[in-house]
Every structure is written in structure tokens, then in C-alpha cells.
């Protein structure tokens, strides 16, 4: 995640704001450094973080299961879905959904094949890294720690996310993936802050029922253990077309946008 830079001219800012060529330097910055990175250290990051997002799916059931039937039920136990969001983005631990935006400013500004490839390498290392985490993780919680009653609470919220078809999956992937690259573009001008911009900006994935391919990854694999699911299911209504949205929300939307922002001063 981008960090702001104290050293940038005062040209570079708005009253007390970056401007946005300074938040995209800022951001790009921080790709070039996660592209040389090496892959190793990707992978261990990016498990770590698939481990820690699952704490959104636990902290909604928990909330859930703990508050009783009533119309706001939804809207408080929704707060949980923010809790895996703030350990990843916080702890700076490497999200795939994150480097649809991250890695992507700096190949725009000076794109090359060579630098395709290795933006490509490092989403792959990232996204398979963060979906054996949350397998791990629901694996974890389906067959040692969770309770009866979480069980059920966390199979009674996860079934929803198959009453899509492939192309409603894909449609509310969108949303998804355009704010989390917006929490990235944000964080630079959240100095002191960054706790309740995350904890909106991802309490609205949660409300919307938007689809996020890596919190969706924990429900799905809880489903899968369940019986509820099928593995073909998994990857094909759920997986591909989480994908697919979550890039265009981020990379296609968000980054493309916030690249025409500044395109002539880059």
C-alpha cells in the first residue's frame, strides 16, 4: 500500500491534500517496489494475508450468531466484514485485489511486455497465494475450531453467494474491486485516518453484497466442505467470474481513471 511521501513539494499539494499526481507517484512507487520484490516474499505475504481475510467472513458470523433477529441484525453484523480487511490493509500484507491497482500505475505510465510479464507473475504469485490462506483458514474453521452454532451461522450467511449465476457474480465483483483499489488511492491523503476510511469504504462491500474474490474464496470453500457446493462450482460460478469482475472494477475502471487524471503530467 502507498505511503505518503513527507518530502513533496507544497506544488504537489491542495490546502492540507495530495494532489493526484502526487498520490499516483506515491502508488506507483509502491508497485515498483512490491514488482522487484521477490517471489517468495510475495507468496509468504500473500498467504499470510489469505490467513487474515478470513477474519471477515468469522467477525460477520460471529456478530451475526451473537445479535438477535431483528431488521438491523444485517446492518451490525455487516461491521464484522470489515475486521480481515483492516488486519491486511493495515499490516501491509499483500492482497490480490490491491495489485489490480498497485502494480498496474506504473505499467501505464511506461508500459513494456517485459514489464507485463512480471506485473502477470506477480498477481499469480499473489492470488494463488491469498486463495490457499483462505482454504487453510476455512478448512481451520470448518473442521477444528468452529462451534455448532458458527458453523451454522457462517453456512446460513455463505449460501447467498451462490444464488448468483456466473454473470450476476461477475456484475457485483465490480463494485468490489473499484472500491478496494479506492481504498488504495485514498490511503495517502488518510494520514492518521486510514482506520475509518477502510472500515467504511469496506463495511460497503459487505452491505452491498458485493462480491470479493478473496473474502467470497472463504465462504466458498465452507460451502464446499459442507456438501453444499460442488468443487466445479467453486471454481466456475464462483472463482472466474470474481476474477474477472474484481479486475475490471480495479484495474479497467478505478486505474484507468485515475491513470487519465494525470497521463499528461507523468
Same mark, same amino acid.
Given at each position: 500500500?502507498?505511503?505518503?511521501?513527507?518530502?513533496?513539494?507544497?506544488?504537489?499539494?491542495?490546502?492540507?491534500?495530495?494532489?493526484?499526481?502526487?498520490?499516483?507517484?506515491?502508488?506507483?512507487?509502491?508497485?515498483?517496489?512490491?514488482?522487484?520484490?521477490?517471489?517468495?516474499?510475495?507468496?509468504?505475504?500473500?498467504?499470510?494475508?489469505?490467513?487474515?481475510?478470513?477474519?471477515?467472513?468469522?467477525?460477520?458470523?460471529?456478530?451475526?450468531?451473537?445479535?438477535?433477529?431483528?431488521?438491523?441484525?444485517?446492518?451490525?453484523?455487516?461491521?464484522?466484514?470489515?475486521?480481515?480487511?483492516?488486519?491486511?490493509?493495515?499490516?501491509?500484507?499483500?492482497?490480490?485485489?490491491?495489485?489490480?491497482?498497485?502494480?498496474?500505475?506504473?505499467?501505464?505510465?511506461?508500459?513494456?511486455?517485459?514489464?507485463?510479464?512480471?506485473?502477470?507473475?506477480?498477481?499469480? *504469485?499473489?492470488?494463488?497465494?491469498?486463495? +490457499?490462506?483462505? &482454504? /487453510?483458514? !476455512?478448512?481451520?474453521?470448518?473442521?477444528?475450531? $468452529? =462451534?455448532?452454532?458458527?458453523?451454522?451461522?457462517?453456512?446460513?450467511?455463505?449460501?447467498?453467494?451462490?444464488?448468483?449465476?456466473?454473470?450476476?457474480?461477475?456484475?457485483?465483483?465490480?463494485?468490489?474491486?473499484?472500491?478496494?483499489?479506492?481504498?488504495?488511492?485514498?490511503?495517502?491523503?488518510?494520514?492518521?485516518?486510514?482506520?475509518?476510511?477502510?472500515?467504511?469504504?469496506?463495511?460497503?462491500?459487505?452491505?452491498?453484497?458485493?462480491?470479493?474474490?478473496?473474502?467470497?474464496?472463504?465462504?466458498?470453500?465452507?460451502?464446499?466442505?459442507?456438501?453444499? *457446493?460442488?468443487?466445479?462450482?467453486?471454481? +466456475?460460478?464462483? &472463482? /472466474?467470474? !470474481?476474477?474477472?469482475?474484481?479486475?475490471?472494477? $480495479? =484495474?479497467?475502471?478505478?486505474?484507468?481513471?485515475?491513470?487519465?487524471?494525470?497521463?499528461?503530467?507523468?
Amino acid at each position: 500500500m502507498a505511503d505518503t511521501d513527507p518530502n513533496i513539494s507544497s506544488p504537489e499539494r491542495h490546502g492540507t491534500r495530495l494532489s493526484a499526481r502526487a498520490v499516483y507517484a506515491a502508488i506507483s512507487r509502491d508497485g515498483e517496489e512490491e514488482l522487484a520484490r521477490a517471489p517468495l516474499s510475495l507468496w509468504w505475504s500473500a498467504l499470510a494475508a489469505g490467513l487474515a481475510i478470513s477474519m471477515s467472513v468469522l467477525g460477520k458470523a460471529f456478530l451475526y450468531d451473537a445479535l438477535p433477529e431483528a431488521p438491523w441484525r444485517d446492518l451490525v453484523s455487516n461491521l464484522g466484514y470489515v475486521f480481515g480487511f483492516l488486519i491486511v490493509i493495515l499490516g501491509r500484507m499483500q492482497l490480490f485485489t490491491e495489485n489490480t491497482i498497485t502494480v498496474v500505475l506504473p505499467l501505464a505510465s511506461r508500459f513494456s511486455f517485459h514489464g507485463l510479464a512480471v506485473a502477470a507473475r506477480l498477481w499469480a *504469485v499473489v492470488l494463488l497465494g491469498n486463495l +490457499l490462506g483462505t &482454504l /487453510l483458514m !476455512a478448512w481451520f474453521i470448518y473442521y477444528v475450531m $468452529g =462451534t455448532p452454532a458458527q458453523i451454522d451461522a457462517l453456512i446460513s450467511l455463505s449460501k447467498p453467494v451462490f444464488d448468483n449465476s456466473m454473470g450476476e457474480m461477475l456484475i457485483k465483483a465490480i463494485p468490489a474491486g473499484f472500491i478496494i483499489a479506492a481504498v488504495v488511492w485514498m490511503l495517502p491523503n488518510s494520514r492518521g485516518f486510514e482506520f475509518w476510511m477502510i472500515l467504511v469504504l469496506t463495511y460497503l462491500i459487505g452491505l452491498g453484497s458485493f462480491v470479493h474474490i478473496i473474502v467470497g474464496s472463504t465462504e466458498a470453500y465452507l460451502l464446499w466442505f459442507a456438501g453444499q *457446493v460442488q468443487a466445479a462450482q467453486v471454481g +466456475l460460478q464462483f &472463482l /472466474l467470474p !470474481a476474477f474477472v469482475g474484481n479486475v475490471i472494477g $480495479g =484495474t479497467v475502471l478505478f486505474s484507468l481513471l485515475a491513470y487519465g487524471q494525470v497521463q499528461d503530467k507523468v
